[in-house]
Structure formats: structure tokens, C-alpha cells
């Protein structure tokens, strides 16, 4: 694990705050996050539906917190996120991300993620990404 846990990564992220994130799980280049139905992240007020910027969010930070408890990661940065979305989560549930890191270069780390809410094994968006990091020094 790195000299910074990642849950003081995720703490240490306003944003992830704002939207009450909560690590689940972690280590060996995975993680997953989680993030409660919340009015003030609706996207559409008719249906009651997360807004996707919201589903982006977690999903990146998922993938990040992956990176950071890869072994000797010390930072990591997105240098490329996409995500497709499957279907609108379903209104009043908690969202879950699981993402994975699954190949690792001296510098990047390419993750793989899904999201899915609580009724169903159908994800609501799946993602892959790019993230740099920089490592512990060997001694």
C-alpha cells in the first residue's frame, strides 16, 4: 500500500466528499466505491435519475483508488476516461463502482470499471481508462 492510504485519497478529494463516495473495498490494483441516491444529483427531475456527470465521477474515482492501492503507487492522474452508459439507474438507489487495474506499465495503468445499482447484475455504464502514477523509489 502507499505511503497515502487510498481512503485519505478519496478523503482528500473535495469533490468525491460532496458527493459522499464511500470506499467498500480495496487493494491489489482494485477497488470499489459507492455513492447513495442523493435529490441534489438528479439529472432529470421527471424521473428522478442520477445525472451521468455524477456515474462519471464515482467511476473515475474507482479507477484512481484501483491505481493507488496497486503495489509501490504513491500519485495517479486520469490521462484518459471513457465510459459507456447502459441504462438509467433506478431512482433512490446506491450506485457501486468495481474497478481493476489490468496491465500496469512503469507509469500508467490501464483499468477496466462498471457501475451498477441495487436492482440489478445489468451494469448501469461500464468504463476503461488510462491513469499515470508515479511509484515508491526502490532502496
Known amino acids: 500500500m502507499s505511503e497515502t492510504s487510498p481512503q485519505e485519497f478519496i478523503n482528500a478529494l473535495p469533490f468525491a466528499r460532496a458527493l459522499g463516495m464511500q470506499l467498500d473495498s480495496i487493494g491489489g490494483g482494485r477497488a470499489e466505491i459507492s455513492m447513495a ?8 427531475p421527471a424521473t428522478g435519475v442520477i ?3 455524477a ?3 464515482l467511476m473515475d474515482t474507482c479507477g484512481g483508488a484501483a ?10 492522474a486520469t490521462i484518459d476516461l471513457r465510459i ?3 441504462r438509467a439507474a433506478t431512482p433512490g438507489q446506491r450506485i ?8 500496469v506499465t512503469r507509469r ?23 491513469f499515470t502514477f508515479d511509484r515508491k523509489e526502490r532502496a
Open 96 to 103: 457501486t463502482a468495481r474497478a481493476e487495474c489490468y496491465h
Open 108 to 130: 500508467v495503468a490501464f483499468v477496466r470499471a462498471t457501475a451498477h445499482d441495487e436492482d440489478s447484475d445489468n451494469p448501469v455504464a461500464t468504463a476503461s481508462g488510462a
Open 37 to 44: 441516491w442523493d435529490a441534489r444529483f438528479v439529472g432529470d
Open 84 to 86: 459507456d452508459y447502459m
Open 55 to 57: 456515474v462519471s465521477a
Open 67 to 76: 491505481v493507488m492501492s496497486y503495489p509501490g503507487a504513491l500519485t495517479t
Open 51 to 53: 445525472h451521468g456527470g
